[in-house]
């Protein structure tokens, strides 16, 4: 396949080099000195799995967008869920322009990417996904740290009862068939929309409290006192997802819960935004759960405490940069 990753941090990195040592064509999409890293010394991936040091095809946006979206298979979308409307909206007059329109599937946190893709794309353009088991980070320019199976989530958007018909259903039994055989462990879901919300949980479980006490995932889940907050935030999410019409019930919450309690220790993604003095995917991780949840009723108390502290910066130890 032909695959356009647009954001080649930690999670785009790690799945476009796998998908490329698979033997896929694959153009990563950067910017500032890690872009000129990748043009001028290639990728370099450090992961217990994966040894990948090679040169990779890479240009800014701009250089991107001037290619024919009719040479590309796939566009995965790794951008923070900031960037996900104006990135969307790029790609939208990129469609329109050249008359073409490519499948996207989303790598990010958050419960709201793919719907916003859906408004601007179409949703028969959209493929859901969740990186799942992987804690990845930049560690230098073109060099990426990387740990956990890495396994890949994804369905049809919203769900495979309601699929569009278009670009990502055709794709979409290819795509599952080039990410198994390029060591990319793959879950086809036939619900995506309720595994976003189930990995929202796990993200409102852990990042904010990693973020605020500079703990990985192993000691916060091992910790009985951390623990327990854990829960609760991954509770309150499970109860705004269920009056947002997705079940999640106290057997999801277990499951989450023995998810990171099981997994080999990590750095949460929000942690090492902390760390690199780059903004926090709050409004994408406990903002998506105190929006829904004032709006439809639930009250989420954990997540508006672990939220108002790290928008003031209050956190244990100070800064640890």
Request: proline share 5%.
């Amino acid at each position: 396949m032909h695959i356009a990753v647009i954001g080649a941090g930690g999670v785009g990195a790690f799945y476009g080099a796998r998908w490329q040592q698979g033997g896929n064509a694959v153009v990563f999409v950067a910017r500032g000195k890690h872009l000129e890293a990748l043009q001028t010394r290639g990728m370099q991936i450090t992961h217990p799995e994966l040894s990948f040091n090679n040169n990779v095809e890479a240009m800014d946006i701009d250089e991107f967008l001037k290619n024919d979206p009719g040479r590309f298979d796939l566009v995965a979308l790794a951008v923070k869920s900031a960037a996900t409307r104006e990135v969307g909206q790029q790609l939208a007059r990129w469609f329109h322009t050249h008359g073409t329109r490519v499948p996207v599937i989303s790598l990010q946190n958050g419960v709201d990417n793919e719907q916003m893709l859906a408004e601007l794309l179409g949703p028969e353009c959209v493929i859901g996904g969740i990186a799942l088991r992987i804690g990845t980070h930049v560690e230098a320019p073109g060099v990426i740290v990387a740990t956990g199976p890495g396994q890949l989530v994804t369905g049809l958007w919203p769900n495979r009862d309601q699929a569009v018909p278009g670009p990502a259903a055709q794709v979409f039994p290819e795509l599952v068939r080039m990410a198994e055989a390029s060591a990319t462990p793959v879950i086809p879901s036939d619900d995506i929309r309720r595994e976003l919300w189930r990995k929202l949980a796990i993200n409102n479980g852990v990042n904010p409290i990693s973020a605020l006490t500079g703990w990985d995932t192993g000691r916060l889940s091992h910790t009985e006192e951390t623990a327990a907050i854990i829960r609760r935030l991954m509770r309150e999410a499970a109860s705004v997802a269920r009056a947002d019409g997705v079940i999640l019930g106290e057997s999801d919450v277990d499951e989450m819960f023995r998810l990171v309690y099981e997994l080999e220790p990590i750095k949460t993604s929000m942690l090492v935004d902390r760390e690199h003095g780059r903004p926090l995917e709050l409004d994408a991780i406990c903002g998506a759960v105190i929006r829904r949840g004032r709006a439809l009723g639930e009250d989420v108390p954990a997540t508006e405490m672990m939220d108002g502290l790290l928008r003031h910066g209050i956190w244990v130890g100070g800064n640890p940069a």
